[in-house]
């Protein structure tokens, strides 16, 4: 390797260097006429399309935070309508239960006033038959009584303090 840096490839020759700086000299014109405006033009058209692109992202950053900001609006919006339906829900619900429990008990009042309106019908009923027992009691025991002796006096003592008796048992059984 020593051998060729001696030869002379870093020998520094006149001429060579001439036609190397003239030959760059040319490169650099032709490129400078022929490509240099049009690296430039691109240059520039991509500094353009770049700010261009940061503006449209600046006017979309614009729109999104607004669309943000209404979109929070929006749900808080909504979240008031929502706690609004629930309490309406709620209250409605409510009503409704009261509603439910006035009709429950107005029915069940009703029951217990047929309910004891069929009780008294009863009792009236059972009255009644005690009645009927008892007049036939006192027929049987007037026809019995009558179909023995007994004078018009004893006789008529007896049927007055049966009568008697009859009328308060049938006080005492009316009242309770």
């Not at 520094?12 to 049009?38: D, H, M, N, Q, R």
């Not at 033009?41 to 943000?68: N, P």
């Not at 309106?117 to 027992?133: F, V, Y």
Request: glycine share 4%; proline share 1%.
């Amino acid at each position: 390797m020593l051998s060729i840096l001696q030869d002379g490839l870093l020998k520094v020759e006149p001429g060579l260097f001439i036609w190397t700086v003239i030959s760059f000299s040319l490169l650099v014109a032709v490129l400078w006429k022929l490509v240099w405006g049009k690296i430039l033009d691109g240059l520039d058209h991509r500094a353009s399309k770049i700010a261009g692109d940061l503006q449209y992202a600046q006017k979309e950053r614009k729109k999104v935070d607004l669309l943000l900001a209404n979109k929070e609006e929006t749900l808080l919006k909504a979240k008031e309508e929502a706690l609004d339906i629930i309490n309406k829900s709620k209250a409605s619900a409510i009503e409704i239960k009261n509603k439910i429990l006035t009709e429950a008990k107005l029915q069940a009042e009703l029951l217990l006033q047929k309910a004891e309106m069929d009780i008294e019908q009863t009792r009236e009923k059972a009255l009644d038959e005690l009645r009927k027992d008892i007049i036939d009691i006192s027929f049987q025991l007037t026809n019995r009584f009558l179909k023995k002796d007994v004078d018009p006096q004893t006789g008529c003592a007896i049927l007055e303090r049966y009568l008697t008796e009859y009328q308060q048992e049938w006080a005492h059984f009316k009242h309770n």
